[in-house]
């Protein structure tokens, strides 16, 4: 809602309205692709896009406050990529713009040290792979993915 709020072509009621059913239609649609314990699976399914085609999540969101897709094209970046993950959500604007992270927490419960250290090692994995460029997992991991 940061990126609409910028514009101001929407009010604060409008802004709320979407930025909460974005938030539900992400929860139900991460509800069998969100593993805390493992933060870096899944995260190819969680990866939200605008490469001058709207994410389909994020146009739904639009509909319900009576958004068009013409109107939230002249709204938020032709090309803009979040990655949404447990602990981290980051995005970057253009292919080639820099990594910002939107969100950052450091995970609840269990052994504090060995947890922490499985994540950076998780985190440390993810990063490098979009440093690399990729944008999802590799096809082997689609298909682990695919086959549950």
Known sequence: SKFLRTKG??????LQ???????????EHYKHHWFPEKPCKGSGYRCIRINHKMDPLIGQAAQRIGLSSQELFQLLPSEL?????PYE?????????????????????GS?????????????????????GRTSPSKSYNMMTVSG
């Open 9 to 14: 072509l929407m009010n604060e009621r409008q």
């Open 17 to 27: 309205t979407f930025s909460q059913c974005l938030q539900e239609l992400l929860a």
């Open 81 to 85: 990529t979040l990655w949404v993950d």
């Open 89 to 109: 959500v980051s995005y970057r604007i253009g292919e080639d713009g820099s990594i910002c992270v939107l969100y950052e927490a450091a995970p609840a419960g």
């Open 112 to 132: 504090q040290s060995n947890t922490n250290m499985q994540m950076v090692d998780s985190r440390i994995s993810c990063k490098e792979e979009l440093l690399l």
